[in-house]
């Protein structure tokens, strides 16, 4: 009865060890990465060049439409850019510079 015990206890920590490896836990194995979707990395870049580019309402309606639909399909670094250029582009211009006659970008 003993031994049963003793060959269940070393097939459980087999099986743990086999299991800890392969998903990584213990740093054996590199973590998977899903493919992303090149779709991902297209809206990144468009919201990149808009801010970068200063059109203002092209990124505003890139991060209200298309950056929520397609935020999964991201790497972690590119929704961290974009969550930048959404914090940033608040404040980039003064909430009067749309009608205001001294513009330069008109």
Known sequence: MKRHHVASRV????????????AGWL????????????AGGEVHKKIVDSYMA????DLA????????????????????????????AVGHRPAWWKNSIFRLDK
């Open 54 to 57: 200063h059109e203002w309402e």
């Open 11 to 22: 097939a459980w920590v087999a099986a743990f060890v086999v299991l800890a490896s392969s």
């Open 61 to 88: 309606m890139l991060l209200k439409r298309d950056y929520p639909r397609n935020m999964s399909k991201m790497t972690r670094e590119q929704r961290l850019d974009c969550l930048y250029i959404k914090k940033a």
């Open 27 to 38: 740093g054996a194995a590199p973590p998977i990465r899903r493919p992303l979707d090149p």
